[in-house]
């Protein structure tokens, strides 16, 4: 890449950030205030035609950029906007925009500490400073990884190197193919409603995915943890070694939150590795509220490794996933995972990038630090959204879960002219294919409109829902949620549904 290099980068910068903050508080104002749309919806075909993607040999300068930047905005999705419901995650705020600023301009790399001073003492401190939130004590500590999915499979890796470190040079040779061995197939038992990250995992070290065992759930969607106990022991009456159970808090449907501390009395029995996969519902730990009167964390503390996701919930910019543990903090991950790079990490124990298993790190903690530094912790919930859509049951809402487990509000929507036909779907054993395309179809209008942006999920056995997630600090009941539903409805009238059904 070449510079401009009739200006000095700082005057550069100055001209272009002058440019850049009216662009920018424009588009948040415009989310905010719900001025423009979630998303001007186009398919790749015709987004193609609307902006210049081609990359040619020489710069277009800085008007050609900013004319592009432009164009980038106009044609995102919006996440400023509190009608933005897709994902597990919403807007940023103020000081997430600083923070990004901030790591930009210092261009830092967080694997060695001297590269990184500031920024590695803040990894170290919040870490710990979250772990003890969660009771894990005075050895509590952690590393940042590029997203949950990353922290689940280092939680993994640190689990079998921990256990079973001839792993690490010697390959996987379990027994009886491996007479030597002093472990059998390594097992791995999750929920049924488990992220696939855990899934990727196994796959990643070479475990092969029919060696995860999936665990039954309640009606609430939770790990039965009597059916756990039960899978266990058949795996160790086949010669298998059950190693790694995962328990999930918040999962990604439904919400629910597994019973940790009678998971963790399982994996204690058994002497397997208890992790806590909290991507979604682990942030939890910042409301006073919720932690005095919800025992949706209870017994976090006797995790071996926890998964926290900053950027869901919280509104830390995307992507900030914390890896926590009660043992030995960061050190833990170093001791497990490091590798000989003299060239590189010369014995420091601030560094932190030795614990991981790849190179480079983005300091992301100080996303979180200056947060913590900035905002008070509170949390909101969706019991306002879960009544409203339940006053409307004689309008064809169907909760698919009451109360809602957690921030996600799941239903299905029948139309009127419909309602009579399901007895005989039921009977015909079409009813959840049927079900499928009329959500399906209302998520399609929905979202193209771009008045909203919202998912759709499954269930096994069930048809699909949708699925509001309600985490965007700025979402208001009545002109937002109250506003989706009545759009359910109006679009439901524009449908021929006897032909598309």
């Excluded at 040619?56 to 950029?65: D, R, V």
């Excluded at 190693?243 to 999930?248: G, H, L």
Aim: proline share 5%; with cysteine; glycine share 6%.
């Amino acid at each position: 890449m070449v510079t401009n290099n009739d200006m000095d980068n700082a005057t550069q910068l100055d001209d272009m950030l002058s440019r850049m903050q009216d662009m920018i508080i424009d588009f948040v104002k415009k989310g905010e205030y719900q001025i423009s749309p979630v998303v001007q919806y186009y398919s790749p075909e015709e987004l193609y035609k609307k902006i210049d993607l081609e990359l040619p040999n020489t710069g277009s300068g800085i008007e050609g950029t900013f004319e592009l930047i432009q164009s980038t905005l106009q044609y995102s999705v919006n996440s400023w906007n509190p009608r933005f419901m897709d994902k597990l995650y919403a807007g940023t705020n103020p000081i997430g925009v600083i923070a990004e600023l901030l790591l930009a301009v210092l261009n830092s790399n967080g694997h060695v500490y001297h590269v990184s001073p500031v920024l590695t003492l803040m990894e170290i401190e919040v870490t710990k400073a979250t772990g003890k939130l969660l009771n894990m004590g005075k050895n509590a500590g952690g590393l940042l990884c590029p997203g949950g999915s990353a922290s689940n499979s280092l939680a993994m890796i640190t689990a079998r190197n921990t256990m079973y470190p001839m792993i690490k040079k010697e390959g996987y040779l379990p027994h009886p193919f491996n007479i030597k061995a002093t472990y059998g197939k390594l097992k791995i038992f999750t929920s049924v409603h488990s992220h696939y990250s855990i899934v990727k995992s196994v796959q990643l070290m070479g475990l092969g995915s029919d060696n995860i065992v999936k665990v039954p759930v309640d009606k609430s969607g939770r790990m039965s943890v009597r059916d756990l106990e039960r899978l266990v022991l058949e795996s160790l009456a086949e010669g298998e070694t059950p190693f790694f159970i995962n328990a999930t808090a918040g999962t990604t449907v439904l919400g629910a939150f597994d019973p940790i501390r009678s998971i963790a009395t399982v994996a204690k029995k058994y002497g397997c590795w208890l992790h806590v996969d909290g991507s979604w519902g682990g942030s939890v730990v910042f409301s006073e509220n919720v932690m005095k009167n919800k025992d949706w964390l209870d017994g976090s503390e006797l995790a071996d490794t926890f998964t926290l996701n900053p950027h869901k919930l919280l509104g830390v910019p995307l992507q900030c996933s914390m890896l926590l543990t009660p043992h030995k903090g960061h050190l833990l991950f170093a001791e497990s995972n490091a590798l000989a790079a003299d060239y590189l990490f010369h014995g420091n124990p601030y560094d932190l990038g030795a614990g991981t298993i790849g190179c480079g790190r983005r300091p992301d903690a100080a996303k979180v630090f200056l947060a913590w530094k900035y905002y008070d912790r509170a949390l909101t919930s969706a019991a306002d959204f879960t009544t409203l859509v339940r006053e409307r049951q004689h309008k064809g809402f169907l909760l698919v879960r009451d109360p809602s487990t957690f921030l996600q509000v799941c239903f299905w929507f029948v139309p009127p002219s419909l309602c009579h036909q399901l007895p005989e779907w039921k009977n015909a054993q079409e009813y959840n294919k049927k079900m499928s395309i009329i959500t399906k179809e209302l998520h399609r209008k929905i979202n193209e409109s771009g008045e909203f942006q919202v998912d759709h999920a499954p269930l096994e056995n069930e048809p699909d829902f949708f699925r509001i997630v309600i985490n965007a600090p700025a979402v208001n009941i009545h002109r937002d949620l109250e506003r989706l539903l009545d759009a359910i409805e109006e679009y439901s009238l524009q449908i021929d549904w006897d032909t598309l059904v």
